[in-house]
């Protein structure tokens, strides 16, 4: 019986918290700026008040812009998405085989960074 109880209260407990995660991102909706970002728990994820246009109103997206080792994300602008659906298709596309094959080809054939700071000559 006490295994029950502990398991209702546990699924209580997830439930307040998604409508106090619905409740925090309709006030983003609302009150943010244009293009302003909510960090989430989720290292490199944000949400982002994309703007309204003339044919729909403002919406929230994913931004997606994994953080490197330094603490700085490896783009400026990172990968948005508005939907469970996108979601997937990015995702299958990404997981695909094929997709890895070809970017560790393009690593091969394009020209190599330069990974250090070229210092100033003064004799």
């Known amino acids: 019986m006490l295994h029950v ?26 009150d943010a700026e244009d293009w302003g970002k909510m960090e989430t728990p989720i290292p490199g994820v944000y949400v982002v008040k994309v ?4 044919t729909r109103p403002a919406l929230l997206f994913l931004e997606i812009n994994p953080i490197k080792q330094d ?8 990968l948005f998405i508005g939907s469970f659906e996108n979601l997937l298709l ?7 085989d094929k997709v890895v094959q070809l970017i ?3 690593e091969e054939i394009n020209p190599k960074a330069q990974t250090q700071m070229k210092k100033l000559k003064m004799d």
């Not at 409508?19 to 925090?24: E, G, H, P, T």
């Not at 990015?90 to 695909?96: P, Q």
């Open 5 to 30: 109880i502990y398991k209702t209260y546990k699924i209580k407990k997830v439930i307040i918290n998604m409508a106090d995660i619905k409740l925090q991102l309709k006030e983003h909706l609302k």
């Open 51 to 54: 703007p309204a246009t003339k």
């Open 71 to 78: 603490g700085k994300p490896i783009k400026r602008k990172g």
């Open 90 to 96: 990015f995702s299958e596309a990404l997981a695909d």
């Open 104 to 106: 560790r080809t393009l």
